[in-house]
């Protein structure tokens, strides 16, 4: 069946500028995660979804980032007034259930979003 | 919160050659672990994981081995391969639904034949 995709797939933007970055996740899953992959370092937790709500913002790192999901479906994470330092590969991953009981299931990723500040 | 550190940070070995990448982990309350392997322009695929009620897990040439007491597990790879070449990212989380992982920072493990 088809991954979590994600678009664009590249994205180049000048500085101050506003971005969105797109995420389709497996069809029925129902937790979503963004992550954030920076030259030469691993993954950093953003954001988290269950359903379209997020009970986990932690990550994000700044109030120029956010993130929403609708329709238990796509999210899109934005980034308002870009900075050099926002420069990355964002990454989505879904999981099938989000049920405590369930304990943590496997995050699938998608390609990412790999974002270029000018 | 949860640290995780990851060693070596490049492993070059000959094809048929095993691999040992390692993991610690700072958090006691973790007890999920799973292992991503990332090829060049696409996203982190999982390839195996454990939880902490083993402490031992083998699929095919991937072994990982958990020991919760010293706060630490390793991924290995045995008989190695060309197609085997990727970075490799251990991690870890609670094992309850919608956990955040904390990623290592990467193994970029070249296997040359």
């Known amino acids: 069946g088809a991954g979590v995709s994600q678009s664009p797939s590249n994205k180049v933007t000048e500085k101050g500028k506003d971005v969105e970055l797109r995420c389709d996740p497996i069809s029925g899953h129902t937790a979503l995660y963004w992550y954030r992959q920076s030259l030469g370092q691993g993954l950093e937790f953003l954001i988290y979804f269950q359903g379209n709500s997020a009970p986990d913002k932690s990550g994000l790192p700044s109030d120029r980032f956010s993130a929403e999901r609708t329709g238990g479906s796509v999210s899109t994470l934005t980034i308002q007034r870009t900075q050099q330092e926002d420069s990355a590969v964002y990454l989505c991953?879904?999981?099938?259930?989000?049920?405590?009981?369930?304990?943590?299931?496997?995050?699938?990723f998608g390609p990412g979003t790999r974002l270029t500040v000018l | 919160g949860e640290n995780v550190e990851q060693h070596p940070s490049t492993l070059s070995v000959q094809e048929g050659d095993s691999a040992v990448i390692k993991c610690t982990y700072s958090?006691?309350?973790?007890?999920?672990f799973p292992w991503y392997k990332q090829e060049l322009g696409k996203g982190p695929q999982l390839i195996i994981d454990?939880?902490?009620?083993?402490g031992e897990k083998k699929d095919q040439r991937i072994a990982v081995t958990l020991n919760k007491t010293a706060k630490h597990f390793s991924l290995h790879i045995t008989e190695t391969q060309p197609e085997d070449s990727a970075v490799y990212f251990c991690?870890?989380?609670?094992?309850?639904?919608?956990?955040?992982?904390?990623f290592g920072k990467g193994t970029t493990l070249s296997v040359s034949s």
């Open positions: 958090d006691s309350a973790s007890n999920y």
């Open positions: 454990i939880r902490s009620n083993v």
């Open positions: 991953a879904s999981s099938p259930y989000a049920r405590v009981d369930r304990g943590t299931d496997t995050q699938y």
């Open positions: 991690a870890a989380s609670l094992n309850q639904a919608g956990t955040a992982l904390i």
